[in-house]
């Protein structure tokens, strides 16, 4: 079976696409099926929605978008089942398609021999039978009247048997479709089980650095609490005054790290991950190092380190520059457009029909001491767990990690998170969802507990200086 989609509203209006699919994803992202436009279509999340054929029907599944999916008007808040012209819109007031069924081949006719005799008998030409009726009437005896009779009566039970026959089938039929309805009923409860329980378990795993800070910072508390009660009045003043301050900093970044709990991690990624790629560069046929770099626009510009792409002493040019965006196998060619001069940032541009998913934005105010934050981006490159499938590659998928901010200062934000090789050009998010500053490096005895990053508005100004041409 094929599934039709006619663009009724948006930037493709009037366009019609068919798959012969059993899955088929709706969104912006260059790799989707059915693919809107990612300027104009802005009610359309990146992975917005999926279709998933099952046997003779289709269904249609959210996929965490941020405007939601409706179907004839009705917003799904699970799985619904679509029908033949049903009309799915992306967002309340975004692009609608129309949705057809195309059948496969024709099915075979089952109409049984002694039915279609007694239709081709019930559909004999009139005129045939006026003329019988029109023929002289001869005498018949009793026994032929009966023998008439009984012919009657048989044509009767045949035909009685027929609508028996057909009644019997249909009933079959629709016990059938009703199997099936349960059957789907059955995978779609067994599919949102699976769901919630992957969604806790990566809630879970986002908030358990900030678990592990948490009870860090209260065994610090308390140490200090009880050096406190030791020291008593036997300690000079500038004793009991350094573990005062020392105290006040740890119930200081006690109570941020209760705050970041509350910072909303899942939307911060699903907004902003598929803007994230893993960056490959290859100095020569023995050095390729890998990093991390973000979208900004639709239009392919990404940042990044400027040690990434031009080494740490800032004289190396990459002979080779490869690009793999969040949920790929695809890697893309990309391009050096320039380095910053007074701080690690470097911009590439990477060319893609339908243009790139890109950030919710940079921030709009400093990132300040005590503020939580969020990382994604890719240390260690490959080296940690990602899908793979034999030949194709591995699918690029980005780790988020979280942190406080420890420092922040009018060239660096320094960040009490994670980071490792592989890391240098990921975002750092602040609690609206938005780019606050771009990770560099970190400190080496901190063991990648301890990490700087650029503030975003060392990044802005050097993207105007490249629009402006100076």
């Known amino acids: ?250 119930e200081t970044r006690q109570r941020a790290l209760a705050g970041a709990v509350a910072m909303d991690y899942r939307a911060i990624s699903l907004t902003n991950q598929d803007a994230v790629a893993l960056l490959a560069v290859q100095f020569s046929d023995s050095e390729i190092f890998s990093g991390t770099a973000f979208a900004t626009d639709s239009q392919g510009t990404l940042v990044s380190n400027r040690h990434v792409l031009t080494g740490t002493d800032g004289t190396r040019r990459p002979v080779r520059i490869a690009i793999k965006f969040s949920g790929s196998r695809q890697w893309f060619a990309g391009r050096l457009v320039g380095v910053a001069d007074s701080a690690d940032v470097a911009v590439v541009k990477v060319d893609i029909l339908g243009g790139t998913p890109r950030v919710a934005g940079f921030a709009r105010d400093p990132l300040a001491r005590g503020d939580p934050v969020a990382i994604i981006g890719y240390p260690l490159g490959e080296d940690l767990p990602m899908e793979r499938s034999g030949e194709t590659g591995v699918v690029a998928d980005p780790t988020l990690t979280v942190g406080t901010v420890s420092k922040a200062l009018a060239e660096v934000v320094q960040v009490d998170g994670y980071g490792a090789p592989g890391s240098s050009g990921s975002p750092v998010f602040d609690r609206t969802g938005r780019v606050a500053a771009v990770l560099y490096g970190g400190n080496q005895q901190s063991q990648g507990k301890i990490v700087y990053a650029v503030p975003a508005t060392q990044v802005i100004a050097y993207l105007n200086q490249l629009k402006s041409g100076k």
């Open 1 to 250: 079976m094929t599934a039709q989609f006619t663009f009724l509203s948006g930037a493709r209006i009037g366009q019609i696409e068919s798959f012969r699919k059993t899955y088929i994803g709706l969104g912006r992202h260059p790799l989707s099926d059915v693919r809107f436009d990612v300027e104009r279509d802005l009610d359309v999340s990146s992975r917005h929605a999926g279709i998933v054929r099952h046997g003779d029907s289709f269904i249609v599944r959210d996929l965490g978008s941020t405007n939601g999916t409706f179907v004839n008007g009705t917003r799904v808040s699970g799985d619904a089942i679509l029908a033949d012209g049903d009309v799915i819109r992306l967002g309340q007031h975004g692009p609608a398609v129309e949705f057809h069924i195309l059948p496969g081949d024709d099915v075979p006719d089952t109409m049984s021999d002694a039915t279609q005799t007694v239709v081709e008998r019930g559909s004999s030409p009139r005129a045939h039978q006026a003329a019988v009726a029109a023929a002289p009437a001869q005498r018949r005896s009793s026994t032929a009247i009966r023998l008439a009779a009984l012919r009657r009566t048989t044509k009767g039970l045949i035909a009685l048997l027929g609508v028996v026959l057909a009644a019997f089938a249909w009933l079959q039929w629709q016990s059938a479709r009703d199997a099936r309805a349960v059957a789907r009923l059955q995978a779609r409860a067994d599919s949102l089980g699976s769901e919630a329980q992957q969604r806790l378990t990566g809630l879970q795993s986002e908030l358990a650095s900030v678990r592990d800070e948490l009870r860090q910072s209260q065994a610090e508390v308390e140490k200090l609490r009880r050096a406190l009660a030791t020291t008593g009045t036997r300690a000079d003043a500038g004793t009991v005054a350094r573990l005062r301050t020392a105290l006040d900093a740890a």
